[in-house]
């Protein structure tokens, strides 16, 4: 059963909505073939090791993505090419080993997630976002040590994946429970989806074509 099957019903039974109203929009989303979504994707992790090796040095680091693509409901499927934007990334309470070593230093900026294609994957409504991790030089303080050593930077492979929600989502707007990983925006014009396995928020803001 689905989140939108269980909460109409819980609804209807409490007398807290109007089903005429809840059926005529989400019958007006089950005409819409085409669906365009633009997408915002945020996160925020604490204490990342920065080095692309096993090396001390760490930062609270955010990161934010965007993304377009258009979406067929009725086959489950990407329509065109997904375009995206990759944001700059930032870390700071830079860290060593632990409190009171020597902190050390980035020699460049750090991208915790960059967008490199996204693509279809599998079955379903998955899409994947194939992307990179840019890990600049960094000088580090080994074991706490008073020299700092410098670590070369690298490129490393991350995947993030996401879904396109159903827009029908927006008629159980009130129905949906306040712990949901999947919520409607204040102003009622996105859904909202936070991932279950790690930070990421994904904020989307779908329009009938």
Known sequence: MTLASIATRAALAAGLIAWPAVARAVDDW???????????????????????????????VSERVTLSFDWNMKTNALVGVPSFQ??????????????????????????????????????????E?????????????????????????????????????????????KMIPADSPIKVSPDGKSIVMTALNNNWIWTYTPTAK
């Open 86 to 127: 990759n944001h700059p990334a930032s870390a700071t309470n830079l860290v060593g080993m632990e409190q009171g070593c020597p902190t050390g230093k980035l020699n460049g900026p750090y991208e915790h997630f960059d967008i490199v294609e996204i693509k279809q994957s599998g079955a379903g409504n998955a899409i």
């Open 129 to 173: 976002l194939v992307g990179q991790r840019v890990h600049p030089d960094t000088m580090v303080a080994d074991s706490c040590g008073s020299n700092l050593r410098l670590f070369k930077g690298a490129v490393s492979p991350v995947t993030e994946y996401i879904g396109a929600p159903n827009p029908e989502i927006f008629a159980y707007a």
């Open 30 to 60: 089950s005409k819409v073939e085409i669906v365009h979504f633009e997408v915002v994707g945020e996160v925020a992790d604490k204490h990342v090791q920065i080095p692309p090796i096993d090396a001390d040095l760490y930062a609270d």
